[in-house]
């Protein structure tokens, strides 16, 4: 396919996305629909729908107008691109721009240039204060690829050497001890022997140091209360804890068992109906549902889907988690409370909350991880019994 027709097909994805369709769907509805496709263009319009979708707001502004073609008029002058050396409307390619598209001028409200929703941004500017434009600029580009490095099976410096022979080019990254960020070839990782062996796992700088500044001992009973597909719970058996992971949606973990036989790790699996039956634990972690706003890099969808009411709702969610926590720890032991997010009421906003609850609790530490350190945005506290 030629740069053009990949412009095409995002224009037909994106227009599928703002009928309704979530976007994986709409993506794998178009590549069903287009067999002949290979998987470097498959590559290449994902990444043109997934810019588009981190920048919808400022991209349909200066595309003046909410259709995949507006938007991806907008998205390219966003990115210094002349839409008209795309739209040439020979082959494949989208028609070219009509006069009034081409003389469109667009002035972009601060929360348009941020990508940002207008109810939202007050929201971020009480949580990050001034920091805010900074990380609202970091959430409009992608994501970069983390690897956890499985310690119990190899070093970071040995799988570096064995990823490089696959082409993989990672170097080691400070937010943990465990991370690799990809800098060369990212899409060879599934199938390389580094991953096929467990050696490495796909999982964000941040989620590792969040699992890292657990302090996990060796035989520790660590329940993961919201383990969803468990990149954390088998993070957490790979410091050698006896894991429990447990969900709300026990459908969510189903390839958890497959997971932690290739990474040789041992996690058993609770649903609601048998939680019970494991007793108490020395650690609760609850990565708990939460606006996703420190990972809307990688999910973009996230923010535009976000509104008062959704929120509210799972501040109310996590509140209901919060609560249930401490009847699953043991005396003497400790909850962890996470969420991917930047936004402050999510976060010690919630934590607050509890401890005017459950005043046999005291908050030993807590830690804010901004994408400006590298990975997602992330919030963890750690709750002890007084
Ligand atoms: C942020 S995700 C967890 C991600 C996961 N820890 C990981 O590292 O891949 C939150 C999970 O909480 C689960 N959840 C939502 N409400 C819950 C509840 N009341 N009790 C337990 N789990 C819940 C959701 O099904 C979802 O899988």
């Known amino acids: 396919m030629t740069p053009s027709a990949r412009v095409a097909a995002a224009i037909e994805i994106l227009d599928d996305y703002l009928s ?151 170097q080691p990254h400070p937010l943990a001890s465990t991370a690799l960020e990809v800098l060369e070839n990212p899409r060879k990782i599934s199938g390389s022997q580094a991953f096929l062996q467990g050696l490495v796992e796909l999982q964000d700088a941040a989620s ?76 609760v972690f609850a990565d708990a549902p939460c606006s996703g706003s420190g990972s809307w890099r990688r999910a973009p969808q996230g923010k535009w889907l976000l509104t008062p009411d959704r929120f509210a709702t799972l501040l109310e969610t996590q509140r209901m988690v919060l609560s249930q926590l401490p009847a699953l720890t043991s005396s003497g032991g400790a909850i962890a409370y996470a969420t991917c997010s930047v936004l402050q009421p999510e976060n010690r906003g919630q934590v607050d909350w509890f401890l005017t609850h459950h005043a046999d609790f005291t908050m030993v530490c807590e830690r804010q991880f901004s994408p400006l350190d590298g990975g997602d945005g992330f919030y963890i506290a750690r709750l002890e019994g007084k």
């Open 20 to 170: 309704g369709t979530p976007a994986e769907q709409a993506l794998t509805g178009w590549a069903r629909r287009h067999r002949f496709a290979g998987s470097k263009d498959r590559a290449a319009i994902r990444d043109h729908v997934f810019d588009a979708l981190r920048r919808l707001r400022s991209a349909a502004g200066l595309g003046a107008g909410k259709t995949g073609r507006a938007i991806m008029i907008g998205l390219m002058r966003g990115q210094g691109v002349d839409p008209d050396t795309l739209f040439t409307g020979e082959g494949h390619a989208p028609a070219p721009l009509t006069d009034q598209e081409r003389s469109l001028t667009a002035t972009l409200s601060r929360a348009e240039r941020l990508d940002c929703p207008d109810w939202l941004l007050p929201q971020v500017e009480d949580s990050l204060g001034p920091e805010t434009e900074a990380v609202l600029e970091a959430l409009r580009h992608r994501a970069p690829v983390f690897l956890r490095v499985n310690t119990t099976r190899t070093t970071r410096e040995e799988v570096q050497r064995t990823l490089a022979q696959e082409g993989i080019v990672a």
């Open 208 to 283: 590792q140091a969040v699992v890292e500044s657990l302090q996990v001992k060796p035989g520790q009973r660590v329940l993961d209360y919201c383990a969803g597909g468990g990149g954390k719970a088998l993070a957490l058996a790979s410091l050698g804890a006896e894991v429990v992971a447990h969900d709300i949606a026990p459908a969510r973990m189903k390839d958890l068992p497959a997971r932690a036989e290739r990474a040789g790790c041992k996690i058993d699996i609770s649903t609601p109906d048998t939680l019970r039956d494991f007793g108490s634990f020395d650690l």
